[in-house]
């Protein structure tokens, strides 16, 4: 998961703790009503928000077409730490032209982040 992947999580769970105490004290300190007509308006926002990022993560979940051959590492979203070592050629057929991502003599391939690669041809 990203950086700011895990920073919105982390925002979005706190607003969502302090809204459920912010209703909790607004029953305590103002009356059931009161606190009901501000749960309504929360619950509306939240809705809103969830439909939001629901939609956005099922535009986003496309598939990829990833190859990787000859000893390389290959991935349709991120990669950490990823080790490639040249091997030869490789067993396969070549990848065909086109969208994807594709990795061949020891090579590294993201379709996002990649974080701390390293690739080594030859012996």
Same mark, same amino acid.
């Given at each position: 998961?990203?950086?700011?992947?895990?920073?919105?999580?982390?925002?979005?769970?706190?607003?969502?703790?302090?809204?459920?105490?912010?209703?909790?004290?607004?029953?305590?300190?103002a009356d059931?009503?009161?606190?009901?007509?501000?749960?309504?308006?929360?619950?509306?926002v939240a809705?809103?928000?969830?439909?939001?990022?629901?939609?956005?993560?099922?535009?986003?979940?496309?598939?990829?077409? !990833?190859? /990787?051959?000859? @000893?390389? %590492? $290959? #991935?349709g979203r =991120? *990669?950490?730490? &990823?080790? +490639?070592?040249?091997?030869?050629?490789?067993?396969?057929?070549?990848?065909?032209?086109?969208?994807? !991502?594709? /990795?061949?003599? @020891?090579? %590294? $391939? #993201?379709?996002? =982040? *990649?974080?701390? &690669?390293? +690739?080594?041809?030859?012996?």
């Open positions: 998961m990203t950086g700011w992947r895990k920073a919105c999580l982390v925002v979005l769970a706190v607003v969502g703790v302090a809204a459920a105490v912010g209703l909790v004290v607004l029953v305590v300190v059931l009503d009161t606190a009901a007509a501000a749960g309504s308006v929360v619950g509306a809705g809103a928000a969830s439909t939001w990022v629901a939609v956005a993560a099922l535009l986003d979940s496309g598939s990829t077409t !990833v190859h /990787a051959d000859g @000893g390389s %590492n $290959a #991935a =991120d *990669m950490h730490n &990823p080790t +490639a070592r040249d091997t030869g050629a490789g067993s396969g057929p070549p990848p065909a032209p086109g969208p994807g !991502v594709s /990795a061949s003599n @020891g090579s %590294n $391939a #993201a379709g996002r =982040d *990649m974080n701390d &690669p390293s +690739a080594h041809r030859g012996p």
